[in-house]
């Protein structure tokens, strides 16, 4: 299978459900797509701007100052410490990263890439991408012989679940059992909702508890889409086993995969301050305060969600039913058939729309 083989992108499936949302009086909520809608920090931006004059080509590896900035962050914010420039690499946002993995760790045919059974979807096109077969399944105990890749994503998109460290350990031993590479996708890391997520920090697959003495053939991706509002940057990073970077590093060099200077910087301004990413999680945090209660009077089940961006909600009907019921509400979300085949009466909802929105969502559920 190759590129020509993909299947059509599926969010061209809502257009008609977007269509009748936007007819009515009062605008369309659109709660389908995880696209931050608040601003980009005045302290990115300024770093952003200070340095625009890029005119030499950037190096794939990632300035010196953004990889100490990443290994800084890390040991602060994730609780890993320790991570030396050779174990970090920044990407061109993660989504090219998921997609590509497969690719540059050469695998094929033959191979099986293990992800979850409520799954952001590019994980199995990047497996189909090369022919590689994707299996769907949370438990270590069912990924097969010939798993060459793991992907694990805590908190969840879209179910918000979060793997605790005994789960993380066993997945990771797992892993080496079968001589596979073990990635973390991590992305909303930093919205932890419910206990103990609130109080507690969600752990990194990095997390020494879970790898032991060394990273051996496991990676940790981040993006600074999420807590940063730097979706339009394009801005993200990989840390983990070095071997393993180096290999990645090699590829990319090939590939041309370079994140911009000016972007560079720019992350290194939001990796190092803290405060502009918990002002971004009290704005979720209010939109979710108002939001879940109003989908749960609305007579759906809201399941995990205890982290991350949305509710992923179900009123035990298909989800292209319910979402021609919030359609004739105008509310747009995204349906559970597109995160795997194990969910279809549930519904993705964004905590991404601005408040006016999001508390107009929640009367008109109400009502």
Not at 5 to 18: C, G, I, T
Not at 122 to 140: H, I, N, Q, W
Not at 219 to 239: D, E, I, P, T
Request: hydrophobic share 45%; net charge negative; charged share 20%.
């Amino acid at each position: 299978m190759g590129v020509a083989d993909l299947a059509d992108y599926p969010w061209d499936a809502v257009a008609p459900y977007a269509a009748r949302a936007r007819a009515h009086p009062d605008g369309i909520v659109d709660l389908s797509v995880g696209s931050p809608v608040d601003a980009t920090p005045a302290v990115v931006r300024d770093a952003l701007t200070a340095a625009t004059d890029a005119h030499a080509y950037p190096q794939t590896v990632g300035t010196p100052a953004l990889r100490e900035a990443i290994a800084a962050w890390y040991a602060r914010r994730r609780g890993v410490t320790g991570l030396a420039p050779d174990q970090i690499l920044p990407t061109v946002g993660s989504k090219e990263l998921v997609a590509l993995l497969p690719l540059l760790l050469g695998l094929g045919p033959g191979d099986v890439v293990v992800h979850p059974r409520a799954a952001y979807p590019t994980y199995e096109v990047g497996a189909r991408l090369v022919g590689a077969s994707p299996v769907a399944a949370d438990d270590p105990a069912q990924w097969p012989d010939g798993t060459r890749l793991v992907w694990v994503n805590s908190p969840g998109n879209p179910d918000g679940r979060v793997r605790g460290i005994p789960q993380l350990q066993a997945d990771v031993a797992r892993a080496r059992e079968l001589g596979a590479v073990i990635a973390g996708d991590e992305c909303y890391a930093e919205l932890g909702w419910e206990a103990p997520w609130d109080a507690t920090p969600v752990p990194s697959i990095l997390d020494p508890r879970v790898t032991g003495p060394d990273a051996a053939g496991v990676l940790s991706v981040y993006s600074l889409s999420k807590q940063s509002n730097l979706a339009g940057y394009r801005a993200a990073f990989l840390a983990g086993d070095a071997a393993l970077v180096a290999r990645l590093l090699a590829a990319r060099k090939h590939l041309g995969l370079m994140v911009p200077a000016p972007v560079q910087h720019a992350m290194i301004a939001a990796l190092g301050d803290d405060a502009h990413v918990q002002t971004q999680k009290q704005a979720y945090r209010r939109r979710r305060g108002i939001l879940k209660p109003a989908v749960e009077a609305a007579g759906f089940r809201v399941d995990g969600s205890e982290a991350g961006l949305y509710l992923w909600a179900t009123e035990g009907r298909d989800a292209w039913e319910s979402l021609g019921r919030l359609a004739e509400l105008g509310i747009l979300a995204g349906p559970g058939h597109f995160y795997g085949t194990h969910f279809p009466q549930h519904i993705r909802l964004s905590l991404t729309a601005a408040d006016e929105r999001v508390d107009a969502a929640a009367a008109r559920l109400r009502s």
